[in-house]
C-alpha cells in the first residue's frame, strides 16, 4: 500500500499562484508515476498532469499546459504542483495519485481543496 496526503490548497485571487505537495509513505518503490487529477462540485475527477518518480516523462491537460508544473523530489517521497495564472474555472478537489504509469493510478490521497475567485 502507498499513502498519499496532499496539502497547500487554499482560497485565492485569479492570476495567483498556489503550490500543491504530496508527500508519499509506505510501499512507494513499487509506484513509477505520480500524478494529480481535480473534481470541481458536480463534475467528473479529470486529470492534470502525471510525471515519471525516474523523471523524462511529464504530461500535462491541455487546460493548465504553460500554467502547472510538476516536480518531484524523491530523496523526500514528495511530489508537488505549481499552479499559476489560477482562473476561477481551475477551483476544485485536487487530489495526489500513485501507480504504475502516467497513465494508470491505483493510490489516491484524499484531496486538497482550491479555490479561485474573480
Known amino acids: 500500500q502507498v499513502q498519499l496526503v496532499e496539502s497547500g490548497g487554499g482560497s485565492v485571487q485569479a492570476g495567483a499562484s498556489l503550490r500543491l505537495s504530496c508527500a508519499a509513505s509506505?510501499?512507494?518503490?513499487?509506484?513509477?508515476?505520480m500524478g494529480w487529477f481535480r473534481q470541481a462540485p458536480g463534475k467528473e475527477r479529470t486529470f492534470v498532469a502525471a510525471?515519471?518518480?525516474?523523471?523524462?516523462?511529464?504530461r500535462y491537460a491541455d487546460s493548465v499546459k504553460g500554467r502547472f508544473t510538476i516536480f518531484r523530489d524523491n530523496a523526500a517521497n514528495m511530489v508537488y504542483l505549481q499552479m499559476s495564472g489560477l482562473k476561477p474555472e481551475d477551483t476544485a478537489l485536487y487530489y495526489c495519485?500513485?501507480?504504475?504509469?502516467?497513465?494508470?493510478?491505483?493510490?489516491w490521497g484524499q484531496g486538497t481543496q482550491v479555490t479561485v475567485s474573480s
Open positions: 495519485a500513485a501507480g504504475p504509469t502516467t497513465h494508470v493510478f491505483n493510490f
Open positions: 509506505g510501499r512507494t518503490f513499487s509506484t513509477a508515476a
Open positions: 510525471m515519471l518518480m525516474s523523471g523524462g516523462s511529464t
